[in-house]
């Protein structure tokens, strides 16, 4: 407890999945009330980090290979969201183990109810056939090492979508018309999406409102279930020029990346075009992830984020 308010420690502050989780309390009279923040960076001095010090988030210094310095972040904390990036360490067994360290240093610091932010385990959902999905399998690696670790600590588990700015990196102008290039079976797949910066936070914080309910929780976080059909006549509307979808090979689609993330990137988009990310028939349960909103909350469409971040030029 700090000051009568629950302690959340956020893994994250200064990034967009850290800092929703602190948008959406910040902006809350009713949960800035309730609850304390305490946000980790590699930097407290940074201008991000004293930007959220003057709205009151105690900022701390942490490194998620020293498990010490995590168990001491954690000290005193109700709650404790924790989330890696792959793509800074690029390997599959050091995210595992920066991802063991932090629960490890949750679980030391005394931390009730632990949000650990997971991914599916690709090669299992699809049967082996995707086996290079390294971003995704590390962070279920770990979610398999924290419940059968956690003992009586409450566990939940967000897991945001495809990032809605990817749709950024998917369409480019060939020969002046701007098309979204996929190895999709079909214009008309199920592709969840996730606006992480603006409705992210909402189910990291309704796991937290929801206590000892929200254990072992696995929370599909989807802002919109939508299809490439549906992405370029919504952005043709909104850009005011048509886009194309164009769908590509996979070794087409491969060949737009550099070797070293080329087999991660194929891989990550057949998950999505051929088992709609989380699983065939997904997008029909998602109601059921939703009832984990933060309360009142509402998320954004794709009409409404693509009106946001306009204009749209390619």
Not at 132 to 160: L, R
Not at 181 to 198: K, M, N, Q, T
Not at 253 to 266: H, N, Q, S, T
Not at 298 to 303: A, R, V
């Amino acid at each position: 407890m700090a000051g009568g308010k629950k302690l959340l420690t956020i893994f994250g502050a200064t990034g967009n999945q850290g800092g929703s989780i602190i948008d959406v309390v910040l902006a809350s009279p009713e949960l800035s009330t309730k609850y304390a923040l305490r946000g980790i960076t590699r930097d407290p001095s940074s201008a991000k980090s004293q930007a959220l010090a003057s709205q009151g988030v105690d900022m701390v210094q942490a490194d998620l290979n020293d498990v010490a310095s995590l168990q001491k972040a954690m000290q005193g904390a109700h709650g404790a969201f924790g989330v890696t990036d792959f793509w800074a360490v690029m390997s599959k067994e050091v995210e595992f183990q920066q991802g063991r360290n932090l629960f490890e240093a949750a679980k030391a610091a005394g931390v009730e109810h632990y949000v650990w932010s997971s991914l599916p385990w690709a090669e299992k959902l699809t049967g082996g056939v995707l086996r290079h999905v390294d971003h995704f399998d590390s962070k279920a690696m770990v979610e398999e090492y924290v419940e059968a670790n956690k003992g009586e600590m409450v566990v939940s588990y967000y897991m945001p979508a495809m990032f809605l700015t990817m749709i950024k990196t998917l369409v480019k102008a060939v020969d002046g018309t701007p098309m979204l290039s996929v190895p999709f079976p079909s214009d008309s797949i199920a592709w969840p999406l996730v606006d992480f910066r603006g409705d992210g936070g909402k189910y990291v914080m309704g796991l937290f409102e929801a206590g000892q309910k929200a254990n072992g929780a696995k929370v599909n976080a989807v802002s919109t279930w939508t299809t490439p059909k549906e992405i370029v006549a919504t952005l043709g509307k909104a850009a005011g020029k048509e886009v194309v979808y164009n769908p590509v090979s996979a070794e087409v689609f491969g060949g737009f990346f550099p070797e070293a993330i080329r087999a991660e990137l194929v891989e990550t988009l057949r998950l999505v075009g051929e088992y709609s990310y989380y699983g065939k028939g997904a997008e029909k349960e998602q109601a059921e992830h939703d009832r984990w909103l933060v309360a009142g909350a509402t998320k954004i469409s794709l009409e409404q984020w693509m009106a946001k971040n306009g204009p749209w030029t390619f």
